[in-house]
């Protein structure tokens, strides 16, 4: 009975933390640090956008990267000044620890000025991107 019962706590708490996580997934949201980082075009690899800049961590075999490419992309097209950039993580690892990015993808929201204002580890959706733009611009 008490394996039962143990079982039973085990499967409610793992899940209740899918729950949380997926629910956490690709929001775009403001962490404490956003605001104090500022990225260069040189460091992206890309030039920055007149209103606002979309970095993208990605790698190689993140199947949701494509995904986030193509809905940044499009947001990118629709959205005057607006820049698209994505960086391959594996490559940048320096940039990648200097700004905390823990799995890919990972969208970076940029001011003109090179400053992160949003952030969303995961997969974006587009209405998200487009509200995170306007605090950018």
């Not at 960086?87 to 799995?103: F, N, P, Q």
């Amino acid at each position: 009975m008490t394996g039962l019962v143990v079982c039973v706590a085990v499967l409610a708490a793992s899940g209740l933390y899918g729950l949380l996580h997926q629910r956490r997934q690709g929001r775009i949201r403001v962490r404490a640090k956003d605001g104090a980082e500022r990225l260069t075009a040189a460091e992206i690899g890309g030039p920055l956008g007149e209103r606002a800049t979309l970095v993208q961590f990605s790698s190689a075999f993140c199947s949701p990267c494509r995904a986030t490419r193509r809905t940044l992309g499009e947001v990118a097209e629709m959205v005057a000044g607006v820049a698209h950039v994505e960086i391959d993580a594996e490559a940048h690892l320096d940039l990648v620890r200097r700004l905390s990015i823990l799995k890919t993808p990972t969208v970076l929201v940029l001011d003109a000025d090179g400053t992160v204002v949003r952030r969303a580890a995961g997969q974006p959706r587009k209405a998200d991107v487009i509200a995170a733009l306007g605090t950018a611009v």
